[in-house]
């Protein structure tokens, strides 16, 4: 079966910066599990699988702009550090605004602390090494609920 839209597929991954880093594997672990055409991976990715099968290794890049996005300037802000109240601020940490846009703390400098909103991944190119396991039309159940139940999945 060929992967299109609706379909569940199973894949093991590694996944690169371009300098060669690791950012993530499935190694030692069950395969990902994601409903084609459902926006669960990244879109550079997502394209890429589309008809592919069983059995199938690829090599991907995929863009910034169809990753984690380019960086978007608006979200690097200067706050100033009273603005935290007593709370102690350090660079590394991170945390959640209502509006639920995770924001990381750069710097941490002269009264004033710096933080990106933008993904940590966020213009970076991807390198994905994939396996595709398994191919399977998805059921209505997961269909409505917008997730894969089972292994690799969603348990109910």
């Known amino acids: 079966m060929q992967i299109k839209k609706n379909s569940v597929v199973s894949f093991h991954y590694t996944l690169n910066d371009g300098d060669g880093k690791l950012l993530d594997t499935s190694a030692g ?3 990902f599990a994601y409903i084609q055409g459902g926006g669960m991976i990244v879109a550079g990715l997502e394209e ?4 592919r099968k069983v059995g199938d290794n690829l090599q991907v890049k995929v863009e910034a702009a169809k ?5 978007d300037p608006g979200l690097l802000q200067r706050v100033p550090a009273d603005k935290f109240g007593d709370q102690k601020v350090e660079e590394g940490m991170q945390f959640q ?3 639920h846009r995770v924001w ?4 941490v400098k002269d009264g004033e602390v710096v933080l990106n909103g933008n993904h ?3 213009g970076v190119i991807l390198h994905f090494s994939v396996e595709i396991t398994d191919v399977r ?8 609920h917008g997730h894969v139940h089972g292994a690799g999945g969603h348990h109910h």
């Open 137 to 144: 039309e998805a059921t209505p159940d997961e269909l409505s």
């Open 104 to 107: 990381s703390v750069m710097e």
């Open 67 to 71: 990753g984690y996005g380019e960086v």
């Open 48 to 51: 890429e699988m589309e008809g």
């Open 120 to 122: 940590p991944l966020a």
């Open 97 to 99: 605004t209502p509006d």
């Open 29 to 31: 672990k069950d395969a």
